[in-house]
């Protein structure tokens, strides 16, 4: 990383921290990393593939998760800065029409879902609830309109009073939905289990007007397990779930994305479990790349909702993040390590990547980056730095930015192979 980025923290933090910040940085190699993306471009769907055996191997296709996590990092990295550091307005007319093609391809008709061909219906709730929010996204970043009426436009009309066919039975009524929510309770308790369905869901749950009794469930939920902390004489941790363990904040960074008009309570207890699970021994194999980059998200999440509604704990939340970070970062470098890539990607599990992402296959799970495990790692590095109250120092440039545009514009030559190809019999 150009060493002159780093004239961007002079006088904002101390030696060992920057030295620390620096050392994480040593880690990502932005060039390489938009260049791997830009590889995984089908001009011809209008996607990108998960990874570099999806794009190669037969059976596998583009899909809508992994091209906008695409797009958002070379926008989030600073890859579109001459253009307002926004995707939209980085793409050119053609490559817009075909990202929207694309998308609104995957629409059905009948219940305003989006399905990949590769696919089908046969999904888990959570691929079904993030394949609508990233086709969504993506139509309406780029100026599109969806051919037919979303699920989201369905579940409104259908809470406004209208037709309630082809909707989900746990939305079509408020004592269908109690009961879902209390069915997943359990889990959420123990290990903050169906916090990624719920996040899933988060904008039907919002489109249905269920929102107010999500949050209403899910703040008595946090009040009775912080209540029997206090009796049980445990420092309380302030989450929805008691074991302090990698997915302590699984439900924080989950549930976050439901609390946007309200508070999220005993923020700064939650702030201080973030540095306690993200300084736990970088040991074994029983965690994930998204079990690295929960805690550093959680925490900026838990700083967003701080700056909306209680302002004044912000600056407290960074001096407890700041207070350890050269030994967070250093930690969180041992644990990104088993899932860096040679070629400067990451990979979702440790030395490959994921076969499946909410249960659908996505790559042959070779040991490969792939765009979900490298979009949450890369996350992880700019979170570092909100968490503490810093300015990001970013990983790629507009020359970056330029060469990715321009492999959209011109595309790849994809040659795909049998999975015997990759000595793999079935």
């Given at each position: 990383?150009?060493?002159k980025?780093?004239e961007?923290?002079e006088?904002?933090v101390?030696?060992?921290?920057?030295?620390?910040?620096k050392?994480?940085g040593?880690?990502?190699?932005?060039k390489?990393?938009?260049d791997?993306?830009?590889?995984l471009?089908?001009?011809?769907?209008?996607g990108?593939?998960y990874a570099?055996?999806?794009?190669?191997c037969e059976?596998?296709l583009?899909?809508?998760?992994?091209t906008?996590?695409?797009?958002?990092?070379?926008?989030?990295?600073g890859?579109?800065?001459?253009?307002?550091g926004k995707?939209a307005?980085a793409?050119d007319g053609?490559?817009?029409?075909?990202?929207?093609?694309?998308?609104k391809?995957l629409?059905c008709?009948?219940?305003?879902?989006f399905?990949?061909?590769q696919?089908?219906k046969?999904?888990?709730?959570?691929?079904?609830g993030?394949?609508l929010?990233?086709?969504?996204?993506?139509?309406?970043?780029?100026g599109g309109?969806?051919?037919?009426?979303?699920a989201l436009?369905r579940?409104?009309m259908a809470?406004?009073?209208?037709?309630?066919?082809?909707i989900p039975?746990?939305?079509?009524?408020?004592?269908?939905?109690l009961a879902w929510?209390?069915?997943?309770?359990?889990d959420?308790?123990?290990n903050s289990?169906?916090a990624h369905?719920i996040?899933?869901?988060?904008s039907?749950?919002?489109?249905?007007?269920y929102?107010?009794?999500?949050?209403d469930?899910?703040?008595?939920?946090q009040?009775?397990?912080?209540?029997e902390?206090?009796?049980e004489?445990?420092r309380?941790?302030?989450?929805?779930?008691?074991p302090?363990?990698y997915?302590?904040?699984?439900?924080?960074l989950?549930?976050?994305?439901?609390y946007?008009?309200?508070?999220?309570?005993?923020?700064?207890?939650?702030?201080?479990?973030?540095?306690?699970?993200?300084l736990?021994?970088?040991?074994?194999d029983n965690?994930?790349?998204?079990?690295?980059f929960?805690?550093?998200?959680?925490?900026?999440s838990?700083?967003?909702?701080?700056?909306?509604?209680?302002p004044?704990v912000?600056?407290?939340?960074?001096?407890?993040?700041?207070?350890?970070?050269?030994?967070?970062?250093e930690?969180?470098?041992?644990?990104?390590?088993?899932?860096k890539?040679a070629?400067g990607?990451?990979?979702y599990?440790?030395?490959h990547?994921?076969?499946t992402?909410n249960h659908?296959?996505?790559s042959l799970?070779?040991?490969?980056?792939?765009?979900?495990?490298t979009?949450?790692?890369?996350?992880?590095?700019r979170?570092?730095?909100?968490?503490?109250?810093?300015?990001?120092?970013?990983m790629?440039?507009?020359?970056?930015?330029?060469?990715?545009?321009?492999?959209l514009?011109r595309?790849?030559?994809?040659?795909k192979?049998?999975?015997?190809?990759?000595g793999?019999?079935?």
């Amino acid at each position: 990383m150009d060493g002159k980025k780093w004239e961007l923290l002079e006088g904002k933090v101390g030696e060992r921290e920057l030295d620390a910040l620096k050392l994480l940085g040593s880690y990502y190699d932005g060039k390489a990393i938009i260049d791997w993306l830009g590889g995984l471009w089908d001009k011809e769907t209008g996607g990108f593939y998960y990874a570099n055996s999806s794009r190669d191997c037969e059976g596998f296709l583009p899909d809508i998760e992994s091209t906008v996590q695409t797009l958002r990092w070379a926008e989030n990295n600073g890859a579109f800065a001459a253009y307002g550091g926004k995707y939209a307005n980085a793409l050119d007319g053609e490559t817009k029409e075909r990202l929207i093609g694309f998308a609104k391809s995957l629409q059905c008709k009948e219940d305003g879902y989006f399905y990949h061909p590769q696919w089908g219906k046969d999904i888990s709730g959570a691929k079904l609830g993030r394949d609508l929010g990233w086709s969504r996204a993506l139509i309406n970043t780029l100026g599109g309109t969806p051919d037919y009426p979303t699920a989201l436009d369905r579940l409104a009309m259908a809470s406004a009073g209208g037709s309630k066919d082809n909707i989900p039975e746990w939305f079509k009524s408020k004592e269908n939905y109690l009961a879902w929510l209390s069915e997943k309770s359990v889990d959420m308790r123990k290990n903050s289990g169906s916090a990624h369905l719920i996040n899933a869901n988060s904008s039907q749950i919002i489109a249905a007007g269920y929102l107010e009794l999500t949050l209403d469930y899910l703040d008595g939920m946090q009040q009775t397990i912080y209540k029997e902390q206090l009796e049980e004489g445990e420092r309380p941790t302030g989450l929805w779930q008691k074991p302090t363990d990698y997915r302590a904040v699984w439900g924080l960074l989950k549930y976050a994305a439901l609390y946007r008009g309200r508070p999220i309570k005993h923020q700064l207890e939650i702030a201080r479990t973030c540095v306690d699970v993200i300084l736990l021994p970088a040991e074994g194999d029983n965690y994930h790349m998204n079990d690295v980059f929960n805690q550093w998200s959680g925490l900026c999440s838990l700083i967003g909702n701080a700056k909306e509604h209680q302002p004044e704990v912000v600056e407290e939340i960074y001096e407890i993040v700041r207070e350890r970070l050269p030994e967070m970062v250093e930690n969180s470098i041992k644990k990104i390590l088993p899932f860096k890539q040679a070629d400067g990607t990451f990979s979702y599990c440790m030395g490959h990547s994921s076969a499946t992402t909410n249960h659908a296959p996505v790559s042959l799970g070779l040991p490969e980056g792939d765009v979900n495990a490298t979009a949450l790692c890369s996350s992880m590095y700019r979170s570092v730095f909100t968490a503490a109250g810093l300015p990001i120092v970013q990983m790629c440039d507009e020359v970056d930015g330029e060469r990715f545009l321009a492999t959209l514009r011109r595309g790849n030559v994809i040659t795909k192979k049998s999975k015997e190809d990759f000595g793999i019999i079935e």
